[in-house]
């Protein structure tokens, strides 16, 4: 069984460009959420989808948006890139619903220069 | 809003031994569910073990285990016999109940270490 499945691994980008990430979750699963983990803010809720629906958003600014797919693989977007955009960025899936068992990919690695 | 609290920024000891990561919460939710996750070098978040909020009995994985103490609002992880690979950062997070919507809070994480 495949797990979660992040691309691109890494990559780098100049201040003011956009970017967009992807993530496949686990098959059956519906339920996507993304993280934004920095040493300094540590690992923190940026918004999560189920059916694709934005249920919930974490505290970020507008720049940092995200749709889900009918096959439920979901993409974050963030425009207008600053160099403390710099950071790992988790995608966890779950079936969603009463199943709490939640699983993160390997994450994206984002360098802003 | 929820907070963690993850005390120690790291901790070291020798391959064999017993180690227990402490965390705290606060919450004024009553459904909630509790997650450990490790997180080694290659960064990736692994599922540790999880407790729902309603269960009274401590959940146990393998070697590890939890002590929930709900009205003290602390969940700590205790590793037993630990191995080289259990080398990692750990997190404690909450979840509230509803559907997963709110996603999890983490706490900063303690740094384990487990020497040889």
Same mark, same amino acid.
């Given at each position: 069984k495949a797990g979660v499945t992040q691309t691109p691994r890494y990559l780098i980008k100049t201040r003011g460009q956009q970017v967009t990430l992807s993530c496949s979750p686990i098959s059956g699963h519906r339920s996507v959420s993304w993280y934004q983990q920095t040493p300094g803010q540590g690992l923190q809720f940026l918004f999560e989808y189920f059916s694709e629906t934005q249920r919930n958003k974490g505290n970020f600014p507008g720049r940092f948006s995200g749709r889900q797919f009918s096959n439920s693989r979901s993409e974050m977007n963030v425009s207008t890139l600053e160099l403390g955009d710099s950071a790992l960025y988790l995608c966890a899936s779950s079936r969603g619903g009463a199943d709490y068992t939640i699983y993160f990919g390997e994450g994206s690695w984002l360098t802003v220069v | 809003? /929820?907070? %963690?609290? /993850?005390? +120690?920024?790291?901790?070291?000891? +020798?391959?064999?031994?017993? %180690?227990?990561?402490?965390?705290? *919460?606060?919450?004024?939710?009553?459904? *909630?569910?509790?997650?450990?996750? =490790? @997180?080694?070098?290659?960064? +990736?978040?692994?599922?540790?073990?999880? +407790?729902?909020?309603?269960? /009274? /009995?401590?959940?146990?994985?393998?070697?590890? $285990?939890?002590?929930? @103490?709900?009205?003290? =609002?602390?969940? $700590?992880? =205790?590793?037993?016999?630990?191995? !080289? &690979?259990?080398?990692?950062?750990?997190?404690?997070?909450?979840?509230? &109940?509803? &559907? &997963?919507?709110?996603? !999890?809070t983490f706490g900063k994480g303690t740094h384990l270490i487990i020497q040889p």
């Open positions: - | 809003a /929820q907070t %963690v609290t /993850q005390s +120690q920024p790291e901790m070291s000891v +020798q391959e064999a031994e017993t %180690v227990t990561l402490s965390c705290t *919460y606060d919450t004024s939710e009553s459904n *909630y569910y509790l997650f450990w996750y =490790k @997180q080694p070098p290659s960064r +990736q978040m692994i599922l540790v073990i999880r +407790q729902e909020a309603y269960k /009274q /009995q401590n959940a146990t994985e393998n070697r590890f $285990s939890v002590n929930f @103490q709900k009205a003290a =609002k602390s969940f $700590s992880l =205790k590793i037993s016999d630990s191995q !080289l &690979g259990d080398t990692a950062m750990y997190f404690c997070a909450f979840m509230k &109940g509803g &559907g &997963g919507a709110d996603g !999890l």
